[in-house]
């Protein structure tokens, strides 16, 4: 996700982009996304604290199951899920929030180089989509031997909070791989990978995890492609990540928190990352673009709910 700045003889170039990123944490309407939270504060935690044992250990997931799906096909769900993509997708695009982001280089224990910006996603008088910057320190990334790339400033805002709709299937080899656990929710299980590569379009590559009651994605865990190695040495590489999603408004599920802990390759020099993205504070703006699910319009006060008591 990241390029690796190179000599000046190198590169004719300055390198280093700034871009959005944010802190999330969305109130749930169900009791298993309260669990979810207390997960991802959890997650957060010990993303913060050196040497503690795996990640793996808090997240609530059980073991695959590469049972065959009872009542329907993978094929079926795969459509099921898509058609439910495809309507999520249009209300996101309909609510305001904050989204922040905090990209570091470490080394051990030491934080050798930090990105970090908050900005508000909001609708001007006319209805316009914008992004109003709240927080953006100097960076100190290049101080670890990296900067930031436009294409990571695009896949952060459209690729890690991954969304596959119905348009977009045609794209993908989807593999059915099982059924899992995560916390309370019962999911079916694919990866994903791109059928080909076209032009300079970006894919997401990896597992994602649907829930078996709603039919939508609640997990996605890979990476987005491809890797870009240009003439003359210049390199973008992209870490893995993993985004959880959680209800917010009772009926879709959106991304609240992502997380990235890699290692990336260049052929110069090997680069820890470790990145949070987080997503918070829903609220569906009051346009007059109706909401659907299952082809009923969304009432109004059932959308952009909100837990008070998460805020004291």
């Known amino acids: 996700m990241l390029s690796c700045p190179l000599p000046p003889e190198r590169s004719g170039r300055e390198a280093g982009e700034r871009f959005a990123g944010a802190l999330s944490g969305s109130a749930s309407v169900k009791l298993v996304c309260m669990k979810t939270m207390l997960r991802l504060a959890l997650l957060l935690a010990a993303f913060a604290l050196p040497g503690l044992a795996s990640l793996k250990a808090i997240a609530a997931e059980g073991p695959l199951d590469p049972a065959q799906p009872k009542g329907a096909t993978p094929e079926e769900i795969i ?10 997708k249009q209300a996101r695009d309909q609510y305001t929030y904050r989204q922040s982001v905090i990209v570091e280089t470490v080394d051990g224990d030491t934080i050798t180089g930090k990105y970090q910006e908050d900005f508000d996603v909001l609708f001007d008088d006319q209805g316009k989509r914008l992004e109003n910057v709240v927080y953006a320190p100097e960076s100190t990334l290049e101080q670890g031997g990296i900067s930031m790339s436009p294409e ?16 977009e299937i045609p794209e993908y080899n989807i593999l059915y791989v099982g059924q899992q656990q995560e916390d309370e929710l019962h999911c079916y299980v694919f990866d994903i990978a791109p059928k080909e590569i076209v032009g300079k379009k970006r894919y997401f590559q990896g597992r994602i995890w649907v829930d078996d009651k709603d039919f939508q994605i609640v997990k996605t865990s890979g990476k987005t492609v491809p890797d870009i190695r240009k003439k003359k040495g210049q390199e973008n590489l992209f870490p893995k990540f993993t985004t959880w999603r959680e209800q917010i408004d009772g009926k879709y599920w959106f991304p609240t ?22 997503y918070e504070d829903y609220k569906r703006f009051g346009s007059n673009v109706k909401i659907t699910f299952e082809g009923k319009e969304v009432p109004k006060a059932d959308q952009g709910k909100k837990a008070d008591q998460d805020k004291k």
């Open 152 to 167: 990571d400033l695009d896949d952060i805002r459209h690729r890690l909070p991954f969304v596959l709709t119905t348009e």
């Open 257 to 278: 928190f992502t997380k990235a802990d890699d290692i990336l390759h260049f052929s110069t020099q090997d680069t820890h990352i470790r990145e949070i993205v987080k």
């Open 79 to 88: 459509k099921h899920f898509a058609a439910k993509e495809t309507e999520f």
